[in-house]
């Protein structure tokens, strides 16, 4: 595979030469709720990694004690996760949408030391899951203290107790570096290892690859638990000593966006969606389409859109974590944003496949990456190694054993085919296909990939098991639904729509796997209730176990579409 990597490339050293290069550089830029916001140059940055690194130290825990994060995304985030590694330990991060139950195992599993708490939506209802003796560092825009809650320290106390450690500790390539727990955790948690020479290898290839520079900006706003944004802004920004925006909340997405206008943006199906259903709530796609066809003014609108969705600076515009329809690919390519499809797992710190402007192919993830190698085994499974695979599950040799072969294969669980030129179109995961009452077996995924790309359809899970005939929970965006409550002529055109949509997919299908109707749900399905994974893919399971006990009654109504 061939990946050599210099001294200079792993993290720490990239955070020494920048402190020392780029000194009044700004480094992070986060916003503090109002419009107001704080840059921290990099002197500044590392000063405070640097001080809280000296009060790790100070507690005098064995090398390599994992300490855990609890936060969305901001700037004290990355300088937590700098001070853990200068201080000789390993970072945990925890997915800040995570219920209590779900915090007590990892920080069990992890046998952690400590927690960083930081920015938090719900602490009240996360709080039970945090052991009352397990000491706590409140970041700078973590929620106020529960009643009762231990005082633990606090992020601004300890930057005035400590003073900066004054050397420059580096770590070993092979030394572990950060415990990646996956996401949706059900069960025994499963934490990938994942050493310094992965974070570097990865952001090092990426950076080759897309021609990445220090001049790049990036809107830091999925979740940093997550390998996508971890290699996505943390690795290749510690590696470039390119500039990263935070995102304030949901409200001030869009100002965030714009405040940034990033070169380099990456987003999960999902967004991409909710973004072009904005656009089209603006304006009607049938208008858009029109004016677009008028070469002077079709420019001109496509610029103006790219402008006020604050992506008209993106050079490199990725999409990954799930499916996204190519009808709404091909949309924001004939916008001038050449979007491209990658692929990759927590595993692999997100790194397997990526599209390229040149070799694109609408619906399938690209070719791999450089060192990566990749065979489709004799099930279907998609099989990938690389330099940068996990070390394998912490605490959990059976299952890292399944995970990686002795050949040093991955097997991903995905099932997919590759084309003539080596690019990757993943036609479902292997768990996820159902069999029907008639013994014949449905993979979802292609169907909800069709039926998603209707610019109605916010979300789409494709059931049916033990069922004579599949059938599609479909969710509209949340003021469409509404809308539709409140108007018949708008819900009897809905319903049109989705009836003609039904017939024009089923027309692609095999018998055994068309559609018998399309129910449209107005619950909407978030992180918070449970129904999506930090990284807003569809929890299948909760979502059938959820809508089961309905499965007769839409049945008995003999219609296209069923209005639960």
Known sequence: MGLTLAESDLPLQRLYRWERERAERIYLTQPL?????????????????????????????????????LSKNCAHWLLADFAIWMAG??????????????????LDHAEARAIFIGKLDDWAAMAPGVPETMPRIRLPLAPPRLDGEPAGESWDALLARYAPIADSPTRPADDLA???????????????????????????????????????RILSYLPLAHVAERIGVEANSVRQGFRVYFADSLDSFVADLQRARPTLFFSVPRLWVKFQQGVFAKLPKAKLDRLCRVPLLGRLVKRKILRQLGLDA?????????????????????????????????????????????????????????????LISAQGEVLVRAPWLMQGYFRDPQRSAEAIDADGWLHTGDVGEIDEIGRLKITGRAKEQFKTSKGKYVAPAPIENRLGAHPRIEAVCVAGA????PFALVMLPAELS???????????????????????????????????????????????????????????????????????????????????
Request: proline share 7%.
């Open 33 to 69: 709720g109002g419009g107001a916001v704080r840059d921290y140059r990099w002197r500044e940055a590392m000063d405070e990694a640097r001080r809280i690194a000296a009060f790790l130290r100070a507690q005098q825990w064995p090398a390599g004690s994992r300490v855990t994060i």
């Open 89 to 106: 330990h390993v970072s945990v991060p925890i997915y800040p949408t995570l219920a209590a139950d779900s915090i007590r195992q990892i």
């Open 178 to 216: 950060t415990i990646v727990y996956t996401s949706g955790t059900t069960g025994a948690p499963k934490g990938a290892m994942h050493a310094f020479a992965n974070v570097a290898g990865c952001a090092k290839v990426m950076g080759e690859t897309f021609g990445f520079s220090s001049e790049e």
């Open 314 to 374: 993106v050079h490199f515009a990725a999409t990954g974590a799930a499916p996204l329809p190519p009808a709404v690919i091909e949309w924001y390519r004939g916008l001038g944003l050449d979007l491209l499809e990658v692929y990759g797992m927590t595993e692999n710190f997100g790194l397997s496949h990526t599209s390229r402007p040149q070799t694109m192919r609408v619906g399938y993830v690209g070719t791999p990456w450089p060192h990566v190698e990749c």
């Open 466 to 469: 033990e069922q004579p005939q």
């Open 482 to 564: 509404q809308a539709a409550d409140a108007d018949a002529d708008l819900r009897a055109t809905l319903d049109a729509e989705l009836r003609s949509l039904r017939e024009t997919v089923n027309a692609r299908l095999d018998p055994h796997e068309r559609l018998e109707f399309l129910t449209v749900v107005r619950e909407q399905w978030t992180i918070d209730n449970g129904f999506l994974t930090p990284t807003m893919k569809i929890r299948r399971a909760q979502l059938e176990d959820r809508y089961a006990p309905e499965v007769p009654r839409w049945q008995a109504r003999r219609e296209p579409v069923v209005w639960d």
